[in-house]
């Protein structure tokens, strides 16, 4: 294939994914003009029903959480994977890995890196925490505060500290807590199955509507979802850096 072929090639391509997606654009509603009867019913029912008022915590662990249980098992699914084609072969069990830049020296991080690193530790921790905590009363929950968890210890690994993220994620402990989350939200998924109930439907009293412990088992799921998505971007980014890390250390000692 020639290199005009494969540009006349690209721009023909370029151009039916533009007119298509200027079509899509163009058909969609404007906004505030929503007339399905899905969305009515969820907010007129969710406080009546789950004692919350964050939405989008009562579709996906209640609506529709068998699906949840399919999105939650995606990520472990990928993670898995990951580690699986990133783990070491055979033939490099007792080799060391190879530095393709010996003429380069280690890159001293900056600073003010160092000290932005160690103050965000605790500021993100904590507000990854809130956000897991709160998903049933604001917007937020087990997803994005696992997220913000992770990027907690990301700042450790920013600051400079490798060895200290290499053995927050060394050994088997996060990939249990990764395993853990996963199975704490099927379990609670299971639990109403025992009384003929449907998959995920709530068994635990619903409290006071907008407190810290109210709407059943929304809090456990989002604690069960946060502990895994933590656990899943640790292992994730541990596996990349694992390698570099090292280089990079043998070259500061």
Known sequence: MSERFRIMLYLVS??????????AFAGL??????????GPLVLESMQGMRHTQQGVA???????GFDTLGEEFMLFAAVAGALLLLRRQESERFREPKDQA???????????????????FPFTLLLGIYV???????????????????????YVYLSGEYGDLLEVAAGDTVARFE???AAGFLLLGTV????????LQNVLPLGNLGELFSAGTLPLLNCAVGIEVTAAFLLVISA?????LLIRKGKHS
């Open 132 to 154: 897991v905590l709160h998903g049933h009363l604001t917007p937020g929950g087990g997803f994005q505060g696992g997220v913000l968890l992770a990027t907690a210890f990301y």
């Open 102 to 120: 010996s003429d380069r020296a280690g890159i001293e991080p900056a600073p003010a890196i160092l000290g932005l690193g160690l103050l965000m």
């Open 179 to 181: 395993a853990a989350g």
């Open 58 to 64: 009562a579709v996906t662990f209640d609506y529709r």
């Open 14 to 23: 370029a151009l039916a994914f533009a007119a298509a997606l200027g079509a």
């Open 192 to 199: 109403p199955l025992f009384a003929a109930r449907p998959y």
């Open 240 to 244: 990349f850096l694992r390698q570099v």
């Open 29 to 38: 509603p404007e906004f505030g003009a929503y007339s399905g009867a899905y």
